[in-house]
């Protein structure tokens, strides 16, 4: 896949046969990197990567963003061949982290109740040439997981304790649980839950500081979103 890039805007670029569809706006064909002009717009083209992915979804659910899934996918040692179950499809942000990085060879499952969830991660990930192995299954993370001897289960529910023993059941020995929260009360309520069954237990949060850089002085960026969520992981034993 490819990126199309003007100023601030971006536009991911999806193969269909020997072309390329552009947003809503342009169908090329034989696109390559370098500079293209489409109608009077000239855009500068770039190999897709996955921060490009995540900026061009469309959004339905706050999102898992990029610094807070690379520390999920980094602390759970998550890398091709894997095998990962996921609760809580989204928008599909995290999913299309887990399967940039569980590709070739791996498997995510996503669990999701929410049927309106469900269509828009759907539309969003089967647009990447890596989502021939993920499978997404509408059901309930806490209870209905098939799957077993997984190496991680990543969960971003309200209630992530109720998933802890489901966790337990399906991951391997040394496998990895990692459940995103948004609150401190969530976080005290699934570490207690999380304690006996897991050990190396850590809780974190990733903040991230845009610097801007001008002639005239560079300086952080005013507009700042320090809190995203927090991260709660455990390994099983």
Not at 65 to 70: C, E, G, H, M, N
Not at 166 to 175: D, F, I, V
């Amino acid at each position: 896949m490819y990126v199309l890039l003007k100023g601030k805007k971006k536009y991911c670029a999806v193969k269909k046969g020997d072309m390329y569809k552009v947003g809503d706006f342009a169908v090329l064909k034989n696109l390559k990197e370098g500079k293209i002009r489409v109608g009077i717009e000239e855009y500068e083209v770039l190999r897709a990567r996955l921060h490009d992915y995540l900026d061009t979804l469309k959004r339905k659910a706050q999102i898992i963003v990029l610094k807070d899934a690379a520390y999920i996918i980094a602390r759970c040692g998550i890398h091709a061949g894997d095998i990962v179950v996921e609760g809580g499809a989204g928008s599909g942000s995290l999913t299309t982290a887990l399967l940039y990085y569980t590709h070739p060879g791996g498997r995510v499952y996503t669990y999701e109740l929410r049927e309106d969830f469900a269509k828009i991660a759907r539309e969003n990930v089967e647009r990447y040439e890596f989502s021939n192995h993920w499978v997404l299954k509408l059901g309930d993370v806490r209870s209905d997981v098939e799957e077993r001897n997984v190496d991680a289960f990543v969960i971003d529910i309200p209630d992530p304790w109720n998933a802890v023993e489901m966790a337990w059941k399906a991951l391997r020995t040394s496998g990895c649980f990692a459940a995103y929260v948004p609150t401190y009360n969530q976080v005290e309520r699934l570490y207690k839950e999380m304690r006996g069954r897991f050990t190396e237990l850590e809780v974190c949060e990733i903040i991230k500081r845009d610097i801007v850089v001008g002639e005239l002085g560079t300086r952080p960026d005013n507009i700042e979103v320090a809190h995203t969520g927090f991260m709660v992981f455990g390994r099983k034993i």
